[in-house]
């Protein structure tokens, strides 16, 4: 069976930007043998220096994904710094991947910059290392493929050429792993920004009925429209957006109404809102039923860790093997 590996940063509670990514995760653990982990180290890069919530943001986030449906039983789940073998084999390859390769990363100097501009540096060996990190998690598994984000392909293809250089220079262990692009998820935040907890206008998946309506009642909507029957813009406004993703039939008949001011703001949000509710009211509940079980969580990822170690330390002597080490 193809294997499959992918990984999530700690962020904490997730939003439901992430569901999308979520769901194609749990698609393909139905097919494939799949690897997903919590990338605690690669956390470290950047919040080095706030690192206090990093074991409840990890807890979490397993919480949110076993509540969407990703399956102990089918996928290995685990936390990346409970495998070792992880920062050994990033300190090899640390050793043949040339210096200008990781200063060439686009994403290196852009969150270099970035950070910058709010007073802080993140110049440092390990986050520079970040796409290597990322390179020995993946062939660790000789994954298959990675589902990822745009915004990680130029990662995977450095992992591609660390693992070239490898095969080349010792002796071919590691596959090619290929992206599975993730669809990006389209949604933005209800300021209309880019969906983010930094912006808090991110909408929790598993936030109360109260709050979800709290949320979308401050949606930004057209602001032409003063009276409830003064025609709309669908176009500019954010709940529109969401209609489109959740209620794609009925978009047609919603936008003539909005257009011809037949209906209200206040009336199509809570159209908005029962739909959402309809969908997240059963992860809610899932994930009631997972925090329930003391000690529930911590037990999957001990478990995820001793299959994942298997598994690495199996590439882990061919490594040591091919590099007489
Ligand atoms: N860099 C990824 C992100 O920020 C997280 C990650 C770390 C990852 N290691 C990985 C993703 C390996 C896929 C495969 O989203
Ligand atoms: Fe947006 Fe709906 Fe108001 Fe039209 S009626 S502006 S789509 S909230």
Same mark, same amino acid.
């Given at each position: ?90 300190? /090899?390859? *640390? #050793? %043949? !991947? ?13 969150? =270099? ?102 949320? /979308?009642? *401050? #949606? %930004? !909507? ?13 176009? =500019? ?89």
């Amino acid at each position: 069976m193809e294997r499959i590996l992918s990984g999530m940063r700690p962020t904490g509670r997730l939003h439901i930007g992430h569901l999308s990514v979520l769901e194609n995760w749990r698609r393909l653990q139905e097919e494939y043998s799949c690897f997903f982990f919590v990338a605690d180290w690669h956390a470290l890069t950047t919040s080095f220096d706030e690192t206090g919530g990093l074991r409840a943001n990890t807890l979490e986030m397993v919480a949110d994904w076993l509540a969407v449906g990703l399956d102990p039983e089918k996928s290995v789940i685990f936390k990346q710094s409970d495998v070792k073998e992880h920062a050994e084999l990033h300190l /090899i390859f *640390s #050793m %043949i !991947t040339p210096l200008s390769w990781l200063e060439r990363v686009p994403t290196y100097k852009d969150q =270099v910059q970035q950070f910058q501009e709010r007073g802080k540096d993140i110049m440092m060996y390990g986050f520079l290392g970040y796409p290597l990190l990322q390179a020995a998690d993946i062939l660790m598994y000789r994954a298959d493929a990675v589902p990822v984000g745009e915004d990680q392909l130029p990662h995977l293809e450095l992992c591609r050429e660390v693992g070239r250089r490898f095969n080349h220079m010792y002796t071919p262990i590691f596959p090619d792993p290929k992206g599975l692009l993730s669809k990006v998820s389209l949604l933005p935040g209800i300021d209309s920004r880019k969906m983010s907890k930094s912006y808090a206008n991110d909408i929790g998946i598993f936030c109360q009925p109260g709050e979800l309506k709290k949320m /979308i009642n *401050s #949606m %930004i !909507t057209d602001p032409a429209r003063i009276k409830k029957d003064d025609p709309g813009h669908p176009e =500019v406004c954010v709940v529109h957006k969401y209609h489109k993703i959740y209620r794609p039939d009925e978009l047609p008949g919603l936008e003539e109404q909005c257009r011809g001011g037949g209906i209200g703001c206040v009336a199509c949000k809570k159209m908005l809102q029962e739909t959402l509710d309809g969908i997240l009211k059963p992860l809610r509940e899932k994930r009631m039923e997972i925090i329930a079980r003391p000690g529930y969580v911590e037990e999957v990822l001990l478990e995820g860790a001793s299959r994942a170690r298997k598994a690495a330390s199996e590439t882990m002597a061919l490594v040591r093997e091919a590099v007489k080490i």
